[in-house]
């Protein structure tokens, strides 16, 4: 079955309006388990595994080790997470809950849809926001695909709501398992990799609002040149892409 049918088969069956509410009373975050349907998970798999030669190892010292591979590269060769980004159905559940006014990323931003591949011991990310360079708000998906390991989600919610306490959550990104948060909102990291363990996750973004100055945009280029993808993939695009 392809992969548009069965995530509007899942999203059918889920009880929009209480999960909206719920997004909506946790500063615009939700995590729902078994949400992405094993086969499409699977899939995922299938494609990662030939696409590990293509990860960036990235390293930046008392806040971020990993892997990740970039848009560019998933779109010639993961067409499963090309398809999930490109669900009409994904797409309209994930607008409802925002709110309305949901965008795709514009085509140059190669971190529209990626893999973070966590693969070495002490992998990990500090704590940070998914700071936003578009002139709207940025929206975050986190999808577990793999999770042999005992990294945690760890996130705050209400840090910039001055009329509520902030809380502190902890979570793990299970195979299936779906994570959809307000990047400027949610303070949070993913806790070390273990000895022997191994975690990916796919992310996808979207923004409410498409336009970006030069600036920014090149300010943004840099964080994903240095922190996830490379210079020559990031500033080469398609054409920096490993064959």
Known sequence: MPVRS?????????????????????????????????AIVERICDE????????????????????SVSRYTLEEH?????????SKEFFDFLNNLA????QDCPPEDPHAFALYCYTEPGDH??????????????????????DNS?????????????????TRHSISLDPETLVFFNGDNLYHRITPLGEG?????????????????WFPRFVSNMKDSIAYFGF????????????
């Not at 999203?11 to 094993?38: G, H, M, T």
């Not at 709110?99 to 949901?102: A, F, K, R, V």
């Not at 998914?130 to 709207?136: E, F």
């Open 232 to 243: 020559k993939n990031v500033f080469l695009g398609k054409k920096g892409t490993p064959s």
């Open 197 to 213: 363990e191994e975690r990916i996750a796919l992310t996808l973004e979207y923004v409410t609002d498409q336009s970006m100055g």
């Open 99 to 102: 709110g309305g006014d949901l």
């Open 6 to 38: 069965d995530l509007a088969a899942a999203i059918a069956a889920l009880p929009v309006d209480i999960i909206r509410q719920e997004f909506v009373s946790q500063d615009e975050f939700i995590a729902i388990k078994n949400f992405v349907p094993q």
């Open 48 to 67: 990662f595994f030939k696409l590990r030669p293509k990860i960036n190892r990235n390293y930046i010292p008392k806040h971020k080790k990993g892997g």
């Open 150 to 166: 005992s990294c945690k989600l760890e996130y705050h919610l209400f840090t910039k709501n001055h009329q509520k306490e902030t």
């Open 78 to 86: 993961s067409p499963t997470i090309k398809e999930i980004y490109e």
């Open 125 to 146: 990310i500090g704590f940070h926001y998914d700071t936003s360079y578009y002139k709207g708000r940025r929206y975050t998906v986190l999808i577990g695909v793999i």
